[in-house]
C-alpha cells in the first residue's frame, strides 16, 4: 500500500482534506500529496473531520503543480465524472481498474490515484497525464460525489482488489514522459506536423498511444534520441541549403 499516493488537486474545502485523510487510512492508504490547495489542510476543520487519520493530514506534501506530484510515479490514474472527448488515458469503473493497478503496486511501481477540485473537478490537461481515467458509476440523474466519498470509494476498492498479474515491465516515470511530451511537441512543430493550434489535439492523440504502450526508460530515452537526431538533420539541411 506504500506505493500508492492519493492526490488532491486545487482542494477548496478543509474538512473535505479531512475526509479524505480519514477514508485513506480506513483502507490502508498513508501518502497524501495535495497540489496547489485552497484550502488549509491543517485548520481545525480538517483536523476534525480526520479523526484518527491525523496522523496521514499531518503528512501531507503540498507541491504546487500536478507534475511535481506526479514526477517520480509510474501510473497515473485520474477521476472525472464528466463526460468528456478525447481522454488520452484508457477509460476504466474502479473495480475494473483496481486489480491491474494493485498488481503493479506490488510489484514496487508506484501508483498515483488523482482527484480534482470540488466544483470542476481536473481540467483537461490535467487529465493528459493520466494512463487511465476512472469514472464512478452513479445514477445518470444525479452524478455528483464529494470529494472525500470518491477518494473512499477508490482506496476501498483498491484494497479489495485480487491483484491481476501482468508481464508488462515496469514503465517510465511520468517526470521522464513528460520530458519526452515536451520534446515531442517541439518536433511535431519544427517538421510542419501540426501548428500551434491544432497542436493541442495532435498531442492529446500521441499521449493516448504513449500511455497505452507505457515505454519503458530505455525504449524512452531511444525515442528521445530519434527526436533530437532528427532535428539535428533539419539543421543540417538548412545550413546546406
Known amino acids: 500500500m506504500e506505493s ?70 509510474h501510473w497515473v490514474a485520474a477521476t472525472t465524472a464528466r463526460a468528456r472527448y478525447g481522454y488520452p488515458g484508457r477509460l476504466a469503473t474502479p473495480r475494473e481498474l483496481m486489480p491491474l493497478l494493485r498488481a503493479r503496486a506490488e510489484a514496487g511501481e508506484r501508483v498515483a490515484l488523482v482527484f480534482g477540485r470540488e466544483r470542476s473537478g481536473l481540467t483537461n490537461a490535467e487529465l493528459d497525464r493520466a494512463h487511465y481515467v476512472v469514472r464512478i458509476p452513479t445514477d445518470p440523474g444525479f452524478k455528483s460525489l464529494n470529494l472525500a466519498q470518491a477518494v473512499l470509494i477508490l482506496a476501498y476498492e483498491f484494497f479489495l482488489a485480487e491483484p491481476r498479474e501482468t508481464e508488462q515491465p515496469r514503465p517510465a516515470e511520468v517526470g521522464e514522459l513528460e520530458g519526452f511530451f515536451a520534446d515531442l511537441e517541439v518536433y511535431l512543430l519544427e517538421i510542419g506536423f501540426t501548428d500551434t493550434r491544432r497542436l493541442p489535439h495532435a498531442m492529446r492523440r500521441f499521449r493516448r498511444i504513449f500511455h497505452k504502450a507505457a515505454p519503458t526508460p530505455g525504449e524512452l530515452a531511444m525515442l528521445r534520441g530519434l527526436l533530437r537526431q532528427g532535428r539535428w538533420a533539419i539543421e543540417q539541411g538548412r545550413r546546406r541549403s
Open 4 to 73: 500508492v499516493r492519493v492526490v488532491l488537486v486545487g482542494v477548496q474545502e478543509s474538512g473535505n482534506i479531512g475526509m479524505a485523510a480519514r477514508a485513506m487510512k480506513n483502507f490502508g492508504l498513508r501518502e497524501l500529496y495535495l497540489v496547489a490547495p485552497e484550502a488549509d489542510p491543517l485548520a481545525e476543520e480538517a483536523r476534525k473531520f480526520a479523526v484518527g487519520a491525523r496522523d496521514v493530514l499531518e503528512a501531507a506534501r503540498i507541491v504546487p503543480t500536478l507534475d511535481g506530484a506526479l514526477a517520480d510515479v
